[in-house]
T-cell receptor
Framework: QKEVEQNSGPLSVPEGAIASLNCTYS??????FFWYRQYSGKSPELIMF????GDKEDGRFTAQLNKASQYVSLLIRDSQPSDSATYLC????????FGQGTELSVKP | GAGVSQTPSNKVTEKGKYVELRCDPI?????LYWYRQSLGQGPEFLIY????????DSGLPNDRFFAVRPEGSVSTLKIQRTERGDSAVYLC?????????????FGPGTRLTVL
């Protein structure tokens, strides 16, 4: 079992829809959870982080964490074509462990 | 302000050769990280420096890989006797502090191709 697993994708949603990205992790001792966005050919950039169970909202983005289920998700509301990218889930206990990423395509 | 810079942006080498990849972190960032990213995969942790010392090198795949940060700023990742499987994008990141939450800012990466 991989330490951090994400939907394989690609995920395609129409413009204006909600995109839902999911991630599970194996280390129950993990403390911090991150979502990075990576455009093709570019480096990852942090868009959200969450430590506590529940939801955290930042603009159109909502991160959700359920430590009991070892599950993290990212919701993108009112998806825009500019949101088209690969979204990486990362989990930190000691070092930062990334999932393989989910490619999101938002169709105009 | 300047972000994390990495040189070269692309490196093509032949199997068996030695390569050095350089990372210049954001000024004032004490923590520096190296990752390797293969196509279709997320970044894979290699090594983490806090200041001049390697605080965690558990991700280095074997003894052909070595990294230094002699003055606590610029870091060099060194790969000896390169193999075709070393081909990947090597990413460097820096953060203000170390463990615990400190946003890691990534450089543009060095694309290494081993022929």
């Amino acid at each position: 079992q991989k330490e951090v697993e994400q939907n394989s994708g690609p995920l395609s949603v129409p413009e204006g829809a909600i995109a839902s990205l999911n991630c599970t992790y194996s280390d129950r001792g993990s403390q911090s959870f991150f979502w990075y966005r990576q455009y093709s050919g570019k480096s990852p950039e942090l868009i959200m982080f969450i430590y506590s169970n529940g939801d955290k909202e930042d603009g159109r983005f909502t991160a959700q964490l359920n430590k009991a289920s070892q599950y993290v998700s990212l919701l993108i509301r009112d998806s825009q074509p500019s949101d088209s990218a690969t979204y990486l889930c990362a989990v930190q206990g000691g070092k930062l462990i990334f999932g393989q990423g989910t490619e999101l395509s938002v169709k105009p | 302000g300047a972000g994390v810079s990495q040189t070269p942006s692309n490196k093509v080498t032949e199997k068996g050769k030695y390569v050095e990849l350089r990372c210049d972190p954001i000024s004032g960032h004490t923590a520096l990280y190296w990752y390797r990213q293969s196509l279709g995969q997320g970044p894979e942790f290699l090594i983490y420096f806090q200041g001049t010392g390697a605080a965690d090198d558990s991700g280095l795949p074997n003894d052909r890989f070595f990294a230094v940060r002699p003055e606590g700023s610029v870091s060099t990742l060194k790969i000896q006797r390169t193999e075709r499987g070393d081909s990947a994008v090597y990413l460097c990141a820096s953060s203000f502090g170390g463990r615990g939450y400190n946003e890691q800012f990534f450089g543009p990466g060095t694309r290494l191709t081993v022929l």
